[in-house]
């Protein structure tokens, strides 16, 4: 899938939409879910145009990676969830139900999580 130059969180990025910001450097993103489903829930995105988990495994340079996954151990410390634990998930593609283009990873904790997928 190309990627589209505007979703919600390019928009984001482009300064265009405002965001609850927790996070900033020069290669990360992350700011409050707007519809946070657990006391505690930021996302985490790249600043660059991936769609995907998919895409930026693929295609980001490995200075991205390691920026990205720093950033949500950082956040997730900073925020308190590192020590009574949390869960991060990447919707990619269809089946997931990824409903905005740019990857994201949540960061979801503050409370008892349950299990980790929906019977069908
Ligand atoms: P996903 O289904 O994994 O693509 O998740 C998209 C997430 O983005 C959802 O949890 C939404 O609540 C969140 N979201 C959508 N628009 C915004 C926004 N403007 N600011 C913050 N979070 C948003």
Redesign the pocket.
């Known amino acids: 899938m190309p990627y589209d130059p505007d979703n919600?969180f390019a928009k984001?990025l482009r300064g265009d939409?405002p965001?609850d910001k927790v996070y900033e450097d020069d290669h990360v993103l992350s700011?409050?879910?707007?519809?946070p489903q657990a006391p505690t829930h930021i996302?985490v995105i790249p600043k660059g145009a991936y769609t995907d988990m998919d895409d930026f495994t693929a295609n980001a340079a490995p200075e991205e990676m390691a920026a990205f996954f720093k950033a949500v151990g950082h956040v997730a410390r900073e925020e308190g969830v590192a020590e009574t634990g949390y869960r991060i998930i990447s919707?990619c593609g269809v089946n997931s139900?990824?409903?905005?283009p740019h990857l994201?990873i949540?960061i979801l904790g503050g409370r008892k999580l349950g299990r980790m997928v929906a019977a069908a």
């Not at 700011?31 to 519809?35: C, G, M, N, Q, S």
């Not at 139900?97 to 905005?100: C, K, L, S, T």
């Open positions: 919600i984001i939409i965001c700011f409050r879910d707007l519809h996302l919707n139900g990824q409903e905005v994201h949540h």
